[in-house]
C-alpha cells in the first residue's frame, strides 16, 4: 500500500526550531515529487513547497521562501519539513504529498496524515 | 505569480442537483490543473488532474473542463456524501498554487 507518514502533533513555544517529517511506503520514493501543504485552521490549502528527493531539486513558494526548510533524505524514504524559529501565525496543520506522476500527472495522489503544529506561549 | 481564483466560494443546492465550480488562472496554464475535495476534518482527495482525467476510483458524477485560464469541475447529480470543500490548484510550474476553496453544501 502506497502511503505517507507523518510525524505526530507539536506543541512548540516561539522562538523554539521543530523539524516534522513524512515517511514514505509502498513506492520508489526517490521518483515522486513531495509537497508540504499549510492549513490554519478554518481556512484553505497553501503550497509551500517541494522537493525531488532523487536529487533534492527543491522549489519553494515566495510566500514561504526564507521561512522554512525542506529536505528529504532518500536513504530512509523520509521529507522533513523545518523551522528555526517558530511563530505563532505558524499554528496549522501540515500535509504532506506525493505526485501522481511527471508531466501532467504532477497532482497529488497520497496525501499524509497531517502534523498538527501548535505554536503558543 | 499566477494567482487562481474560484468561484462561488460557497454554494448550497439540492440533491440531484448539476453543480458547477469555476477556476481561473491569471494566465495560462495548458491543461495542468487538478480538483481535489477536503471533507470536514479529513485529508484532500485528489479528483481530477491535468484538467480532465478523472481519477481512478472516483464516481462518475465528477467530471473536469477546460484549458489555458478557464477550468470548470461539474459534479452531475449532487449527492449528500458530496458535502465538502473543493480546491483547484496549479501545478504548471512553482508555485503550485491552490485557489481559495468553494465550499459545497446540501440545500
Known amino acids: 500500500e502506497v502511503q505517507l507518514v507523518q510525524s505526530g502533533a507539536e506543541v512548540k513555544k516561539p522562538g523554539e526550531s521543530l523539524k516534522i517529517s513524512c515517511k514514505g511506503s509502498g513506492y520508489s520514493f526517490t521518483d515522486y515529487w513531495i509537497a508540504w501543504v499549510r492549513q490554519i485552521p478554518g481556512k484553505g490549502l497553501e503550497w509551500m513547497g517541494i522537493i525531488y528527493p532523487s536529487d533534492s531539486d527543491t522549489r519553494y513558494s515566495p510566500s514561504f521562501q526564507g521561512q522554512v526548510t525542506i529536505s528529504a533524505d532518500k536513504s530512509i524514504s523520509t521529507a522533513y519539513l523545518q523551522w528555526s524559529s517558530l511563530k505563532a501565525s505558524d499554528t496549522a496543520t501540515y500535509y504532506c504529498?506525493?505526485?501522481?506522476?511527471?508531466?501532467?500527472?504532477?497532482?497529488?495522489?497520497?496525501w499524509g496524515q497531517g502534523t498538527m503544529v501548535t505554536v503558543s506561549s | 505569480d499566477i494567482q487562481m481564483t474560484q468561484s462561488p466560494s460557497s454554494l448550497s443546492a439540492s440533491v440531484g442537483d448539476r453543480v458547477t465550480i469555476s477556476c481561473r488562472a491569471s494566465q495560462g496554464i495548458s491543461k495542468y490543473l487538478a480538483w481535489y475535495q477536503q471533507k470536514p476534518g479529513k485529508v484532500p482527495k485528489l479528483l481530477i488532474y491535468a484538467a480532465s482525467t478523472l481519477r481512478s476510483g472516483v464516481p462518475s458524477r465528477f467530471s473536469g473542463s477546460g484549458s489555458g485560464t478557464d477550468f470548470t469541475l461539474t459534479i452531475s447529480s449532487l449527492q449528500p456524501e458530496d458535502v465538502a470543500t473543493y480546491y483547484c490548484?496549479?501545478?504548471?510550474?512553482?508555485?503550485?498554487?491552490f485557489g481559495q476553496g468553494t465550499k459545497v453544501e446540501i440545500k
Open positions: 490548484q496549479k501545478y504548471d510550474s512553482a508555485p503550485w498554487t
Open positions: 504529498a506525493k505526485s501522481l506522476g511527471g508531466g501532467e500527472r504532477r497532482a497529488f495522489d497520497i
